[in-house]
DNA sequence: GGGCTGACTGACG
DNA sequence: ACGTCAGCCAGCC
């Protein structure tokens, strides 16, 4: 049951598309947890590798930290590599990059 | 059942 | 613009 609310979150994670991003507290709304942002952030602790993990960032447009200190750098070099781009303070503009299809 | 923990967030100072 | 704070809520003792 519970784990229905992470396979939820993954579902929509797959479906963002490539140089695209949504954040932690836009797929809690999707799933119905309005507040739920940390909830979202605990199930992608845990998120298949297969998934595109790494279009998910805070909602300030910056990458929110992992367990491993490698993932961040790692996570912002894959965005790079779709075409986003980040300001000086390390965040990608949510208007442009935000996808809105969930 | 009760308390603690976050890959969060919006509000404040 | 940056650090703090208090809510948030499913999962894990």
Known sequence: MGEDIFA?????????????????GQIARAIGLERGARVVGWAM????????????????????????PETVPLQRALLESEGIRFDRSGRLDLARYRWEGI
């Open 8 to 24: 939820r979150v993954y579902a929509l994670v797959a479906q963002v598309p490539y140089g695209r991003v949504v954040t932690y």
């Open 45 to 68: 602790r845990r998120c298949p590798a297969n998934l595109p993990w790494h279009r998910v960032v805070n909602a300030q447009g910056g990458i929110s930290l992992h367990d491993a």
